[in-house]
């Protein structure tokens, strides 16, 4: 449910979106607080895991490592990736439309936070085989 005025929110607080690779947290997002103009969230990788390479046709986004290590590929604007390890405080900007994946290399959990521009490009992750919508702080 929306709630317009929920403007502090934890991810324990909503449903996540559960993968094979990990969990995305959505925080702020229309059907979570009615943000419109961008969406984004906490994304949780287990240590070896990661998401593969994919891309959000029209949309921006910028990648927060929280905590733990891992690789990062975003492709250059003639389609070759490019790769770099990286960490805690690291801001990674993947352009509009360019492919990207993500692996956690560490020993521990890695936490990334996410920024779509606009909202919405998370919501194509439902269509994904191993999509299973978790209940708020579940697991």
Request: net charge negative; aromatic share 8%.
């Amino acid at each position: 449910m929306t709630d317009k005025n929920k403007v502090f929110v934890y991810p324990k607080e909503v449903s996540a979106f559960g993968f094979d690779w990990g969990r995305l947290s959505l925080t702020v997002a229309p059907e979570v607080n009615g943000a419109t103009r961008f969406s984004g969230g906490v994304i949780d990788l287990p240590s070896g895991k990661g998401h593969t390479r994919h891309n959000h046709p029209g949309a921006e986004e910028i990648i927060f490592v929280i905590s733990g290590n891992g690789e990062q590929m975003v492709e250059d604007d003639k389609g070759n990736p490019v790769i770099a390890k990286v960490g805690p405080g690291c801001t990674i900007y993947v352009p509009e439309s360019r492919f990207h994946s993500t692996l956690n290399t560490g020993d521990g959990p890695m936490q990334l936070f996410v920024v779509y521009s606009p909202a919405g490009p998370e919501l194509a992750l439902r269509d994904l085989p191993d999509f299973r919508l978790l209940p708020p702080g579940g697991k």
